[in-house]
């Protein structure tokens, strides 16, 4: 299965940059790689997707080197209202169908301070 | 426009007994998902479908059966509920299994 490896936990305060890791050694040619951000009680919610290179909308931007094997999250200027749980996803090829099986990791729990 | 909806919000079950989780989702995605999260624990996906008609095992299937009912609805049921299955249970659907998924409010399960 392809696994993905992140810090457990970040601390921040606001204003600063944010950027998160994660692993993905064993990533599969066509899979894409995609954070979501996580509030407690509440569902993930997407952040951004990315394939190569580099990404950004709105919100963050994604970092991924050319061998793919990590990418990196970055969240400029973060606030008190970015602590949460962010998790970065992989695709996953089980042997029956070699389709996309989505695998999250651990997530990484970010703590912004005042 | 909805995006996805669980019913129900919230259920105890005692040990043996059954339910069915319901799940639907109003942007016309083709692919959809069930997964659980433990306190403390990331998502783990238990089946997905990745479009209608179809329906696959994820990384925990066992204890748990899948219908997709039409391209809009996707059910999750627990024949004989176990203590072991006490989790918050989250639906997502995406355009198609590689994009991006919405995810539902959830539904937190007690099994006593």
């Known amino acids: 299965l392809a696994k993905t490896t992140q810090p457990i936990s970040m601390d921040s305060y606001e204003g600063q940059e944010v950027n998160i890791t994660c692993s993905h050694n064993n990533i599969a040619t066509n899979d894409y790689i995609t954070w979501y951000q996580q509030f407690p009680s509440q569902g993930p919610r997407f952040i951004i997707q990315g394939y190569k290179t580099k990404v950004t909308n709105e919100v963050a931007s994604l970092f991924i080197p050319a061998d793919r094997k990590s990418s990196t999250l970055s969240l400029p200027r973060v606030s008190l209202s970015d602590t949460a749980v962010y998790y970065c996803l992989v695709g996953d090829e089980y042997p029956r169908g070699g389709s996309y099986i989505p695998t999250f990791g651990r997530g990484t729990s970010l703590i912004v301070h005042p | 426009n909805a995006g996805v909806t669980q019913t129900p919000k919230f259920q105890v079950l005692k040990t043996g007994q059954s339910m069915t989780l319901q799940c639907a989702q109003d942007m016309n995605h083709n692919s959809m998902y069930w997964y659980r999260q433990d306190p403390g624990m990331g998502l783990r996906l238990i089946y997905y479908s990745a479009s209608e008609g179809t329906t696959d095992k994820g990384e925990v299937p066992n204890g748990y059966n899948v219908s997709r009912l039409n391209k809009r609805e996707f059910s999750l049921r627990l024949e004989s509920a176990a203590p072991s299955q006490t989790s918050v249970y989250f639906c997502?659907?995406?355009?198609?299994?590689?994009?991006?998924?919405?995810f539902g409010p959830g539904t937190r399960l007690t099994v006593t």
């Open positions: 997502a659907s995406s355009e198609a299994v590689e994009r991006e998924q919405y």
